[in-house]
Each structure stands twice: as structure tokens, then as C-alpha cells.
Nanobody, 123 residues
Framework: QVQLVESGGGSVQAGGSLQLSCVLS????????LGWFRQAPGKEREAVAS???????TYAGSVKGRFTISKDNGKNTLYLQMNSLKPEDTAIYYC??????????????????WGQGTQVTVS
């Protein structure tokens, strides 16, 4: 069972920035798909961004141009740089990884390992 541990959440004013980190107990290079999701109170978990084995990224329309996903295979760490934060970005953020498939399917079902979540609050 792969363990994922997020950090970097917190409270920030609108327009500010945060960087989330997710350390994996497995080699990130072995995963064909890594991603970030978020869940706001009363809402379903939604995909925020994904990055595949060769570094191809996808973003939700609501964060495109403001958030950047990246990974450091040497540190087995996934990152989410969040700039120009808005109150509607307030949510619990989860990192996710898949080690089953040799293709990136950046939907909820496309991941088989999840972190415990980190709270981001934008006021």
C-alpha cells in the first residue's frame, strides 16, 4: 500500500499563494498518473490537476493559469503551486496516485492511492 502525505495547506487572503506538497512512499517515476483533487463543504470531490509519467499536465478550467502541478522524482514528491487564490478555492486538497495502469486517466476512478488531505482556506 502506497502512502501519500500532504502538507502546505493553511489560511491565506485572496490573491495570495500557497504551495502544497505530497510525499509518496513509492517512486513517483513508477506512477503513470499523479494528481490533485479538492472537496469543498457540501460539494463533490473534483479534479484540480494531473501530471503523467512524461510530465504532461491537465488542469480544471477554474484553476488554469493560476495553479501549477509538478513533481520531483528524485524526492518522490508531487507539488501544487497555487497563485492568485480566490475564496472559491477553499477546500480540502487531496493528492492521488495510480500504479495500476500504463496510462493516465485523471478522474477519481483513475487513482488507487490517496492522501489524507490538507485544508486550504482563502478569505
Amino acid at each position: 500500500q502506497v502512502q501519500l502525505v500532504e502538507s502546505g495547506g493553511g489560511s491565506v487572503q485572496a490573491g495570495g499563494s500557497l504551495q502544497l506538497s505530497c510525499v509518496l512512499s513509492a517512486n513517483t517515476y513508477a506512477s503513470y498518473c499523479l494528481g490533485w483533487f479538492r472537496q469543498a463543504p457540501g460539494k463533490e470531490r473534483e479534479a484540480v490537476a494531473s501530471i503523467d509519467k512524461i510530465g504532461t499536465t491537465t488542469y480544471a478550467g477554474s484553476v488554469k493559469g493560476r495553479f501549477t502541478i509538478s513533481k520531483d522524482n528524485g524526492k518522490n514528491t508531487l507539488y501544487l503551486q497555487m497563485n492568485s487564490l480566490k475564496p472559491e478555492d477553499t477546500a480540502i486538497y487531496y493528492c492521488a496516485a495510480d500504479f495500476r495502469y500504463q496510462i493516465c486517466v485523471p478522474t477519481y476512478e483513475g487513482y488507487n492511492s490517496w492522501g489524507q488531505g490538507t485544508q486550504v482556506t482563502v478569505s
